[in-house]
T-cell receptor, first 115, second 110 residues
Framework: GAVVSQHPSWVICKSGTSVKIECRSLDFQATTMFWYRQFPKQSLMLMATSNEGSKATYEQGVEKDKFLINHASLTLSTLTVTSAHPEDSSFYIC???????????FGEGSRLTVL | GENVEQHPSTLSVQEGDSAVIKCTYSDSASNYFPWYKQELGKRPQLIIDIRSNVGEKKDQRIAVTLNKTAKHFSLHITETQPEDSAVYFCAVTNDYKLSFGAGTTVTVRA
């Protein structure tokens, strides 16, 4: 199957700092990328959908100014958690697909811990 | 948005027995139904999927059934093994975004 790489796999930062997470599709061009957040023992909650070259579409309740998403190319999307706080600590997972209604391929996930 | 309900939340089975997880959804336009297995701290792995024009699909010990009229689909794992222990998520999409069920923690007792 297709490969989606996410970096970093884990990050610890101080409260108030910003953290950037990268999601790359390594062997295909991703028309759409999705960002999920997963708290311990909970399901994956969709945060936003990004399409290359356009603004991300955020789910209800997700602050777009806090979670900045950039999808500058067909192989790279980034999520920046700005002014991170301890409640932002979570497992962030990206996913990508090649075409509409295609299989979704997940990155390895990034565990963010905000002190 | 799509409402996906998954039951049970936890499931403990004896090795060799079968495990069944059920999901219901609300959007009749949904047409793709994947199942994912997630081990602790790792990414979800697609284990089987089914499209709306098919009623049943099987891959070795894993099968999925879909009832579009009733808007529910189920995951069946036969001859369970300890390595089947994980969290399983159902998901639903209508060609756009994927909505996940709450997950089922499956424990296979040796």
């Amino acid at each position: 199957g297709a490969v989606v790489s996410q970096h970093p796999s884990w990050v610890i930062c101080k409260s108030g700092t910003s953290v950037k997470i990268e999601c790359r599709s390594l062997d295909f061009q991703a028309t759409t990328m999705f960002w999920y957040r997963q708290f311990p023992k909970q399901s994956l909650m969709l945060m936003a959908t990004s399409n290359e070259g356009s603004k991300a579409t955020y789910e209800q309740g997700v602050e777009k100014d806090k979670f900045l998403i950039n999808h500058a190319s067909l192989t790279l999307s980034t999520l920046t958690v700005t002014s991170a706080h301890p409640e932002d600590s979570s497992f962030y997972i990206c996913s990508a697909r090649m075409k509409r209604a295609g299989e979704l391929f997940f990155g390895e996930g990034s565990r963010l811990t905000v002190l | 948005g799509e409402n996906v309900e998954q039951h049970p939340s936890t499931l403990s089975v004896q090795e060799g027995d079968s495990a069944v997880i059920k999901c219901t959804y609300s959007d009749s336009a949904s047409n793709y139904f994947p199942w994912y297995k997630q081990e602790l701290g790792k990414r979800p792995q697609l284990i089987i999927d089914i499209r709306s024009n098919v009623g049943e699909k099987k891959d070795q010990r894993i099968a999925v059934t879909l009832n579009k009229t009733a808007k529910h689909f189920s995951l069946h794992i036969t001859e369970t093994q300890p390595e089947d222990s994980a969290v399983y998520f159902c998901a639903v999409t209508n060609d756009y975004k994927l909505s996940f069920g709450a997950g089922t923690t499956v424990t296979v007792r040796a």
